[in-house]
C-alpha cells in the first residue's frame, strides 16, 4: 500500500511564476491537508480538503494561493505569482475519517521543496 | 489561534543515554502526536495518544498524554545514531482537521 506521494520533491521557480504542488494520498484516504514548513520551524497548517470540497483554507494566505481535491486526481496546491518569501517546503498529509474520531491520524507525503529565485 | 511550546529546542547527548522532551498548550487537544522527521523527508508517525493520562510505548519511545490535556512528553530511552531527526509534537481535536505542530526538539547522537 502505498503511502502519501507528492510531486515533484524539489521545484525551482523564478519570481513571478506559478507553482503546482501534487499530492495523491493514501489508497483510501478522502482527507488532505497541506502544511508549510519555514528551515527551522514546525509545520504550519494551510488549507484542509475533502474531495471535491474546501473544508478548512484558514491558514491558507488569501492572496496568490489555492487549492483544490477534485474527484479525480489528486490535490494540487497552486502558488501564482510567486515571491521569495513563498521558498519552503510544502507537506501534504492525509487521513481516512478527516477528524471525527478522535484516532483519526494524518500520514505525511515526503514534501514539496520550492525555491524561489 | 493554539500555540504549541515544544522544549528542549535542541539536545545533544552520547549514545546510551536517555532523552525527554515536552510540549505544552495553551488550550486542550483530544490527541497527542510525537512525529520525527529526517532531513528532507515528511514526518512519520511514532506515537499518537487518544486519553488524557494515558502512557503508550513504541519499542524505546515512551509518551504521556497529560492529565490536563494541555501538555505530553516523549522519552526515548539508551538512545542510538540512528535517533537522530528532529522530533515533533502536535496536537488535534475532534472534527477540527488541521494539527497544531511544535517547532521540534533536534536530537544530536554522538556516538
Known amino acids: 500500500n502505498a503511502g502519501v506521494m507528492q510531486n515533484p520533491r524539489h521545484l525551482v521557480r523564478r519570481r513571478g511564476q506559478e507553482a503546482r504542488l501534487r499530492c495523491s494520498p493514501m489508497?483510501?484516504?478522502?482527507?488532505v491537508y497541506w502544511y508549510r514548513q519555514l528551515p527551522e520551524e514546525g509545520l504550519k497548517f494551510m488549507v484542509y480538503?475533502?474531495?471535491?470540497?474546501?473544508?478548512?483554507e484558514s491558514g491558507m494566505p488569501k492572496e496568490r494561493f489555492s487549492a483544490e481535491f477534485p474527484k479525480e486526481g489528486p490535490s494540487i496546491l497552486r502558488i501564482q505569482q510567486v515571491v521569495r518569501g513563498d521558498s519552503a517546503a510544502y507537506f501534504c498529509?492525509?487521513?481516512?475519517?478527516?477528524?471525527?474520531?478522535?484516532?483519526?491520524?494524518?500520514?505525511f507525503g515526503p514534501g514539496t521543496r520550492l525555491t524561489v529565485l | 489561534g493554539q500555540q504549541l511550546n515544544q522544549s528542549p529546542q535542541s539536545m545533544f547527548i552520547q549514545e546510551g543515554e536517555d532523552v525527554s522532551m515536552n510540549c505544552t498548550s495553551s488550550?486542550?487537544?483530544?490527541?497527542w502526536l510525537w512525529y520525527k522527521q529526517d532531513p528532507g523527508e515528511g514526518p512519520v508517525l511514532l506515537i499518537a495518544?487518544?486519553?488524557?493520562?494515558e502512557l503508550t510505548s513504541n519499542g524505546r519511545l515512551t509518551a504521556q498524554f497529560g492529565i490536563t490535556r494541555k501538555d505530553s512528553f516523549l522519552n526515548i530511552s539508551a538512545s542510538i545514531p540512528s535517533d537522530v531527526g528532529i522530533y515533533f509534537c502536535a496536537g488535534t481535536n475532534t472534527n477540527a482537521g488541521k494539527s497544531t505542530f511544535g517547532d521540534g526538539t533536534t536530537l544530536t547522537v554522538k556516538p
Open positions: 489508497k483510501g484516504h478522502s482527507h
Open positions: 495518544l487518544y486519553k488524557a493520562g
Open positions: 488550550s486542550i487537544f483530544n490527541t
Open positions: 498529509a492525509s487521513s481516512p475519517w478527516g477528524s471525527i474520531t478522535s484516532t483519526d491520524t494524518q500520514y
Open positions: 480538503l475533502q474531495k471535491e470540497n474546501i473544508i478548512d
